[in-house]
């Protein structure tokens, strides 16, 4: 790793650690346990071969907090960033992208939103709202490259959170254990309805006790139906089956 990258995300891990002291935002306390558990797991995003293309870094004042953002280069949503991962090491190790995390739990957000202040992540920004709600908010629906998720929900479900926000031709890719054969055979129909294909599975492996895991490498091939994402509690309660 880049000495500069490196450094850049030890301050990340250090502020991160003294907001998680505050507010429960991560079961990963240490040192060690964060930076393996939180960051390097986020990153093994960077591992993917459509990662970085050719795109200019973008000056930080075309960052705009409001509108839809058009035109900023690769815009990428982190949804459901909880303590915001993959959401800030991401940002950190991709200026060239623009990120946008959500979380429906506000306190979550004001400290995300507290750490890009103090560590000057000026490619990033936080918002909180349920992936229901901003799924069809025209500011957010299909604008998205890259649709990210670390979240715990079944993979059907989080295709119905995740498919709304990614545009056609654009990536949805989520952080999964190597043990899902079934949930995966489970969520064919939520692929088809929703128009993502499965492009990839790509298996990576983390130091000491955290083992391999793999990210699930979604394309969206067509616009979805305006229905989905269904009301609120109902992707998770139900899931496409």
């Not at 004042?61 to 900023?72: Q, S």
């Not at 670390?150 to 999964?176: D, H, M, N, Q």
């Not at 939520?190 to 790509?202: P, Y």
Request: aromatic fraction near 8%; proline fraction near 7%; hydrophobic fraction near 40%.
């Amino acid at each position: 790793m880049d000495q500069t990258l490196e450094s850049k995300l030890k301050g990340l891990m250090s502020v991160f650690l003294e907001e998680n002291s505050k507010i429960n935002l991560s079961a990963y306390r240490t040192e060690e346990a964060c930076w393996i558990g939180n960051i390097l797991d986020s990153l093994a995003f960077l591992e993917l071969s459509f990662v970085s293309p050719p795109f200019p870094r973008l000056p930080s004042e075309a960052w705009a907090k409001e509108g839809t953002g058009e035109g900023l280069g690769v815009r990428a949503l982190d949804l459901g960033t909880g303590g915001g991962f993959p959401l800030l090491p991401l940002a950190i190790a991709l200026p060239e992208y623009q990120f946008t995390g959500i979380d429906a739990t506000q306190k979550k957000i004001a400290a995300v939103n507290r750490i890009i202040e103090r560590q000057n992540i000026t490619n990033a920004r936080a918002l909180p709202g349920r992936a229901e709600d901003l799924g069809r908010d025209p500011l957010h629906r299909e604008k998205y490259d890259i649709v990210l998720s670390r979240g715990l929900a079944k993979l059907s479900t989080l295709l119905e959170y995740c498919a709304p926000f990614a545009k056609t031709g654009g990536k949805i890719v989520l952080w999964k254990s190597l043990n899902i054969l079934e949930e995966l055979a489970e969520s064919a129909p939520a692929e088809k309805e929703l128009r993502c294909r499965l492009l990839l599975q790509h298996r990576y492996a983390l130091p000491g006790d955290f083992g391999e895991r793999q990210l699930l490498v979604f394309e969206k091939g067509a616009p979805i139906p305006k229905k989905y994402p269904r009301g609120v509690g109902i992707p998770s309660k139900n899931p496409l089956l």
